[in-house]
């Protein structure tokens, strides 16, 4: 080989130039930007659909509630909502929280009505668990014609929204609807 052709192969076999080497950086970080807001997308709908499934959970909670208490159901719909800061006298519950310092009661059921909408609520619930989260229950009164506002048997609507995490708009909300017919009470 001679010498003037293995200077003219070095000169064709520079090697990459700066600008390519920037062109590479900024493809390669333009990817990893859209992979990493990927991640934050993801991460955000796991949080809403881990809410929403707390929220189903909390209203077949009331709905059993409800159903065990059909003397009462109308009670549901018409009472206030539950001040969290409270525990309502007397507590009703079922089985004793060992780490509370109140005593069960018997309660009427009315009383237990109050106390389940307060328990769904307050004490681990809507209100507890979920960003923003509120309740209500409202009667959609199947026979207008009565003086009931929440005839037997008429469905009740349980409603829980909450705040969506990661959205701009800090008024973005979800919701989870759900329609309960308890039957009607025993005589």
Excluded: H
Aim: aromatic share 4%; proline share 5%; hydrophobic share 40%.
């Amino acid at each position: 080989m001679k010498p003037t052709q293995t200077i003219r192969s070095q000169r064709n076999c520079r090697g990459m130039t700066l600008v390519e080497v920037l062109v590479a950086a900024f493809v390669i970080a333009t990817g990893l930007m859209g992979v990493a807001a990927l991640q934050v997308t993801a991460l955000q709908g796991a949080s809403n659909a881990d809410y929403r499934s707390r929220a189903t959970d909390l209203a077949a909670s009331l709905a059993d509630r409800m159903r065990a208490n059909l003397p009462a159901v109308d009670d549901y719909a018409s009472a206030t909502a539950a001040d969290c800061d409270t525990i309502p006298a007397p507590v009703c519950a079922m089985t004793l929280d060992p780490n509370s310092s109140t005593t069960v009661a018997s309660c009427s059921t009315q009383q237990m009505a109050i106390f389940d909408l307060w328990e769904v609520r307050c004490r681990n619930g809507v209100q507890t668990s979920l960003p923003g989260g509120q309740m209500t229950v409202a009667c959609i009164d199947n026979d207008t014609t009565d003086e009931d506002s929440c005839s037997e048997l008429s469905p009740l609507r349980v409603t829980i929204t909450w705040r969506l995490q990661g959205d701009d708009d800090a008024t973005a909300t979800e919701q989870v609807v759900t329609t309960v017919i308890p039957g009607a009470p025993w005589k």
